[in-house]
Each structure stands twice: as structure tokens, then as C-alpha cells.
Nanobody, 119 residues
């Protein structure tokens, strides 16, 4: 069974920085896309950033130039460095992996970590 465990959320003032990490454990053969999504109260979950197996990245327009996604394939981890945080970045952040296991390709989600940016 694959599990994703997130860490690094918290409370920060506007303009500050946070670093989120997500580590996968279990019987993983290969991970294709790794990503971060977020969901603010009363809103739908939205994509924040993706990184593929070739380290190509994709960012939401609202975070471009402020957030950086990276991955460590040896450790099955993905990291989101968030700088110049704004109150509108407040949300629960979820990591997401598309991973190959003995049961085939599956989409896995972390439990979520709260990020709160105060003005």
C-alpha cells in the first residue's frame, strides 16, 4: 500500500516563506507526475504545480515566480518552496503522485497540510 505523508505547513506572515515536503512509501515501482494542489474554504481544489519524470514543470499563473517545485526520485519525495506568500495562498495543500505499483498505475493523494498566510 502506498502512503503519502506531507510536512511543512503552518502559519506565516505575508511576504514570508514556507517549504512543503511530501514523501511516498510503499511498493512503488516508478513515479511519473508529482504535484501539489490546494483547496481554500468554499473553493474547488486547484492545481498549484506539477513536475514530471523528466523534471519539466508547470505552475498555476497565480504562483509563477514565487513557488518552486522539485523532486528527489531516489527518495520518492516532492518539495514545494513557497516564497513571497500572500493571504490568498491560504489553503490546505495536497501532494499528488501518479505512481506505478504491482497493481498498475494509480493516482495517490496526501492527507493535506494547512498553510495560513496572515496579512
Amino acid at each position: 500500500q502506498v502512503q503519502l505523508v506531507e510536512s511543512g505547513g503552518g502559519l506565516v506572515q505575508a511576504g514570508g516563506s514556507l517549504r512543503l515536503s511530501c514523501a511516498a512509501s510503499g511498493s512503488i515501482v516508478k513515479i511519473n507526475v508529482m504535484g501539489w494542489y490546494r483547496q481554500a474554504p468554499g473553493k474547488q481544489r486547484e492545481l498549484v504545480a506539477l513536475i514530471n519524470s523528466g523534471t519539466g514543470t508547470n505552475y498555476a499563473d497565480s504562483v509563477k515566480g514565487r513557488f518552486t517545485i522539485s523532486r528527489d526520485n531516489d527518495k520518492n519525495t516532492v518539495t514545494l518552496q513557497m516564497n513571497s506568500l500572500k493571504p490568498e495562498d491560504t489553503a490546505v495543500y495536497y501532494c499528488n503522485f501518479v505512481a506505478l505499483t504491482g497493481k498498475g498505475w494509480w493516482n495517490y493523494w496526501g492527507q493535506g497540510t494547512q498553510v495560513t498566510v496572515s496579512s
